[in-house]
Every structure is written in C-alpha cells, then in structure tokens.
Nanobody, 121 residues
Framework: QVQLVESGGGLVQAGGSLTLSCAAS????????MGWYRQAPGKQRELVAT???????NYANSVKGRFTISRDNAKNTVNLQMGSLKPEDTAVYYC???????????????WGQGTLVTVSS
C-alpha cells in the first residue's frame, strides 16, 4: 500500500558528490524510520543510513562522515547526500520505510525499486 520512488542515481567520478531522493506515498501518514540500503552485484543488501521521524540517524561505518541523511516528515521524503564518493560505493541504492502501523501496531517494511549509483575511479 506504500510506494517508494527513488531518484538521483547516476554516474559520478571518485571524490564527487551525488544526492539521492525518495518520496513515499500511500497509506502511511507518519513513517517511523526511513533510510537507504544498497546492494552491489554479488553481495548482500546492506544498511547505508536511516533516520527516524524524531531525527535520530544511524550510519554504516563505511559511509559515516561522508554521507548525510535527512527527511521531511510532512512530505514523507528522505534524501541521502553522498560526498567523497568511492568506487566501493557503487551499488543499487534502495529506499526503505519501516515501522508499525498506528492503527494496529503491526510492523511494516517497504522498499523502493532502487536507483543505480556508479562511481568511477
């Protein structure tokens, strides 16, 4: 019932910057946690960064200090500002919305289709 649409992926040189955006729409009015995960070919999906509706952030150690996550609670959007990009950052980046429904407290976990980020050396 919730749709997540990512945008902003592309090709960038090492050391460059790129900003990803994600917009959530559907049956959720307040999302507990929004974030970004990534998956490189042949590897498992891994957490990049998350941010709660209260503003608490969590980053993977590999991106800490280089990436910044932010969200607009009113619009249910989340951005990922990526700086000092490395070839190791190359992956498909997925937007995520997770939490519990306020109506029945059941958990939810929604994913976008992904956007490809390629960092060249």
């Amino acid at each position: 019932q919730v749709q997540l649409v990512e945008s902003g992926g592309g090709l960038v040189q090492a050391g460059g910057s790129l900003t990803l955006s994600c917009a959530a729409s559907g049956s959720i009015f307040s999302i507990d946690s929004m974030g970004w995960y990534r998956q490189a070919p042949g590897k498992q999906r891994e957490l990049v960064a998350t941010v709660t509706k209260g503003g608490y952030t969590n980053y993977a150690n590999s991106v800490k200090g280089r990436f910044t996550i932010s969200r607009d609670n009113a619009k249910n959007t989340v951005n990922l500002q990526m700086g000092s990009l490395k070839p190791e950052d190359t992956a498909v980046y997925y937007c995520n919305a997770a939490g519990v429904y306020t109506v029945d407290l059941r958990g939810y976990d929604y994913w976008g289709q992904g956007t490809l980020v390629t960092v060249s050396s």
